[in-house]
């Protein structure tokens, strides 16, 4: 009995001694709101993991030794969103494992434009399908309705028309579908009734 305890631990030192005696973990995560292609990990600047849309998890393939730094970054960002990672640097063995969390958002951008001839007060802007109120002063150029998601449909329309004195507010190219990129194409036209 005892020859067979001391042949067992015998053979756990050597597995041990031959590995390096160090533990080795696995760097991976949790990604959340990944829904385009194209995202890319990397960890230390190398071993790039490309990664499919709809992935609430990664794993990079190569494990570190217990005490090896990590750096998970972003090397490419999917279409039309932005990923950031979270406690993404790190020593391995700090904790029992490595858990890095991708947060991905879809980007967004600045939807406005110029208004011509606005003299009366209480002129309010809405985003009927993106959501949203504006409301303009009295003599304003130019606004902007507020950042939206690229691929949001949008559809800008006058819900108070402006008084003191009494105008008529019109909108032109106030409907579309954010791109990549601000869009300051919103012509508004009043005229005084």
């Known amino acids: 009995m005892k020859a067979k305890l001391l042949g067992a631990a015998l053979l756990a030192a050597l597995a041990l ?76 063995g700090r904790t029992a494992s490595i858990n890095v969390v991708i947060n991905c958002a879809q980007n967004t951008y600045a939807l406005g434009g110029t208004i011509s001839n606005l003299k009366g007060e209480g002129l309010v802007l809405i985003n009927g399908s993106a959501g949203g109120q504006l409301a303009l002063a009295k003599d304003a150029t130019e606004f902007t309705m507020g950042q939206i998601p690229v691929g949001t449909a949008y559809g800008l329309s006058v819900l108070t ?33």
């Open 17 to 92: 001694a031959a590995c390096g005696g160090k533990a080795s973990f696995t760097v991976s995560g949790t990604i959340i709101g990944l829904t385009n292609q194209g995202l890319v990990l990397q960890n230390n600047g190398a071993d790039p993991l490309p990664v499919q849309a709809g992935a609430t998890s990664f794993s990079f393939p190569n494990s570190i030794s217990y005490g090896k730094e990590y750096n998970v970054t972003v090397k490419t960002h999917p279409e039309h969103m932005t990923c950031e990672p979270q406690n993404g640097t790190g020593s391995a």
């Open 161 to 193: 028309q402006p008084k003191n004195p009494t105008q008529q507010c019109t909108i032109a190219n106030g409907t579309g579908v954010m791109g990549d990129g601000d869009r300051r194409n919103v012509i508004i036209t009043c005229v005084t009734l």
